[in-house]
């Protein structure tokens, strides 16, 4: 919970220094970079808030096991995520595939913060596809009750 607690700080760093670079850049093609960058820092906080709360719950019932509710939208998950790691390891880590904020901030400032926010990013996709995974195995399991 840590890990990804903590490689999400990678995520709002760089989501944050794109909506202000967005925000403040006398062009005319920042509303689509805004947009983006909003709609990641919001997917990336309900997503951690969904995998700390599906990592601890289990199945009770023989219907829940039958009927495995969530399990869609765990898989979903699971695949974006593992899509959206091979972007940002692929593609997204040059400055240069940022023109609007390497625009605003300059090559040398928009170059750190990619060099420090993006590592962090890309560990954030590959570890929610670890989690997802564990929580695609594991939740759908009638847990032992012990008293």
Known sequence: NILLIGAQTGMFIYSTFTIIGGHFTIEENTALVL???LASLLQTLCQTMFVLDASRRSCVTPE???R???REIVTFLLVTNLAMWAINTLEKS???SHPIQLHFY????WTIITHVSMPLAIFYRFHSTVCLCEIWKRAYKIKPVYM
């Open 35 to 37: 947009a983006t960058a």
């Open 64 to 66: 829940q096991i039958r």
């Open 68 to 70: 495995k509710p969530g």
């Open 94 to 96: 040059r400055a240069e």
């Open 106 to 109: 300059g090559l040398w400032a």
